[in-house]
């Protein structure tokens, strides 16, 4: 029975792999500050980096049946999500303590006067895009920088981007770069891979929370009236809230949108400082790989605290996989994160 299992496993680990992959293709909008992105002819999700926003992201992204897996707020509201957390948008990466500054908790909810205290990444510029058969390549640079413009941090990003007809995938390597100053990042909470997900990959609970309706008004329901029902599993076998603040190789939510399965899963490098990254997974529909927050998680038994001195660098590589139509099982992300841990 057991060589049956695994027989299973590794057959399903195979047909994803081997699946049909389809097209990557851009389309490119420098006057709007976006790169749109299409697998198999199909919108998968767009880089952004206008003016407005204080990170770049991507933003929306869709699951392959064309299920959008990210929250529409504050971009674009939708009936029956939250309306907490504005700097909550999409997919992205930064963190809470650079210098003292606060990279990750900037929005434009911030007073004027209290803005000096967070941190922006700006001056983004889109290097290279590139298609082809199976991947497509984007690449990008941009500056960590304080109120007064100084660059603490250049930071070079690409994303490799692929699917088949029922998943999509995301490599994403970012490189930092400490400028003129040393660079101290605080173990804390608030990073570091963030994504902001849609209501039915909340928890459920029976908690009265504050949602909006069709009008755009605020109304108190709870989450599971509201459609939640997601779950998380990681590499150690750890499920649900108790994911929060636990190492592990990869990490699982899932749950039912419209009567279909639909999932992400973020799988960490080997490479990675802190690896296995802690996860700052949390129960509204927040879902954050965070290698640099060791003192909070751990309660103080462990210290990282990294330093970064002038023209040191450190890279950061996260695989990040969407399906729709089947959930993968641990077998599965076991041999994506191998397969992974090669590139």
């Avoid at 994303?159 to 930092?176: K, Q």
């Avoid at 129960?283 to 060791?294: C, T």
Wanted: hydrophobic share 35%.
């Amino acid at each position: 029975m057991k060589n049956k299992i695994l027989l299973s496993a590794c057959c399903l680990f195979s047909l994803h792999l081997n699946a049909q992959t389809e097209k990557v293709s851009f389309l490119r909008h420098d006057d709007k500050k976006s790169v749109e992105v299409n697998i198999g002819g199909k919108h998968f999700t767009t880089f952004i980096y206008p003016d407005n926003l204080e990170k770049p992201v991507l933003y929306p992204i869709l699951a392959a049946n064309g299920q959008l897996l990210t929250r529409g707020f504050p971009l674009n509201t939708r009936e029956g999500e939250r309306v907490d957390h504005p700097h909550h948008v999409g997919l992205w990466l930064n963190y809470e303590s650079v210098n003292g500054l606060d990279f990750w908790n900037n929005s434009y909810n911030i007073p004027a006067d209290k803005k000096s205290k967070y941190g922006w990444i700006r001056n983004v510029k889109v290097e290279a895009v590139k298609e082809s058969k199976n991947q497509g390549t984007l690449s990008y640079s941009a500056n960590w920088e304080n109120q007064a413009a100084k660059v603490l941090l250049k930071e070079k990003t690409t994303f490799l981007f692929s699917g088949t007809t029922s998943s999509r995938n995301i490599d994403r390597i970012t490189t930092l770069t400490a400028m003129q100053d040393t660079v101290r990042f605080k173990d804390v909470k608030d990073g570091m891979l963030g994504l902001r997900l849609t209501k039915e990959l909340e928890f459920a609970t029976d908690k009265i929370e504050e949602f909006t309706d069709s009008q755009g008004n605020v109304t108190k329901v709870s989450a599971s009236g509201n459609g939640a029902n997601g779950n998380y599993l990681t590499s150690t076998g750890t499920k649900g809230a108790g994911v929060w603040g636990t190492r592990a190789v990869w990490c699982l939510l899932y749950a039912n949108k419209e009567g279909q399965p639909i999932s992400v899963a973020m799988i960490d490098h080997p490479k990675n400082p802190g690896y296995p990254t802690y996860w700052h997974a949390r129960d509204y529909g927040l879902f954050a790989a965070n290698p640099l927050g060791q003192e909070v998680f751990s309660n103080g038994k462990e210290k990282l605290n990294l330093v970064l001195k002038p023209g040191q660098s450190i890279t950061f590589k996260y695989r990040v996989i969407v399906n729709s139509g089947e959930t993968p099982n641990a077998a599965v992300l076991d041999e994506q994160a191998k397969d992974f841990s090669k590139k």
